[in-house]
């Protein structure tokens, strides 16, 4: 899928989660994620995500839900220096090829994102377009098989 026809997805997608908690969610090609420990933890949980997509049809991670809450329970970020271009130089470096992805906060996104997601991170990853396949800088290649990345 190409960055636009994955952003096409989100309005609906959010609008599902103003309703039900995200684990309670059949979830396509999205793949969530929390904030994490720390941002080497969020950095490297979203690196995985991203090649695990790269290297299936492409999806979309959304980072910063609380997956037992709806959306309009989102915690903020507890990390400094967490921004969408943080995120994609972050997997892009530690991306073997890179992966092409694009970020974004979920407010500028999807506008009528509730106040409390507005600062959650959405990562655009399009279907991968090299030969071979994408992997972490740890050297490990996921894909995709049904709602899960292996």
Not at 121 to 143: E, Y
Request: proline residues 8%; hydrophobic residues 35%.
């Amino acid at each position: 899928m190409t960055p636009y026809e994955l952003l096409g997805l989100l309005p609906g997608f959010i609008e599902r989660l103003r309703s039900t908690a995200p684990n309670n969610l059949e979830k396509g090609v999205f793949e969530l994620r929390r904030w994490g420990g720390s941002k080497r933890q969020l950095w490297q949980e979203a690196t995985e995500a991203a090649v695990c997509l790269a290297n299936s049809e492409g999806g979309i991670v959304l980072i910063g839900l609380d997956l037992d809450h709806p959306i309009d329970e989102a915690p903020p970020c507890p990390h400094e220096g967490v921004t969408p271009e943080w995120l994609q130089d972050s997997i892009r470096e530690h991306t073997h090829p890179a992966v092409d992805c694009t970020a974004c906060r979920l407010g500028e996104a999807v506008p009528a994102t509730p106040a409390a997601a507005q600062e959650c991170l959405v990562l655009l990853v399009p279907r991968k377009a090299i030969v071979g396949m994408h992997r972490t800088h740890r050297g490990v290649c996921l894909v995709r098989r049904g709602e899960r990345c292996e």
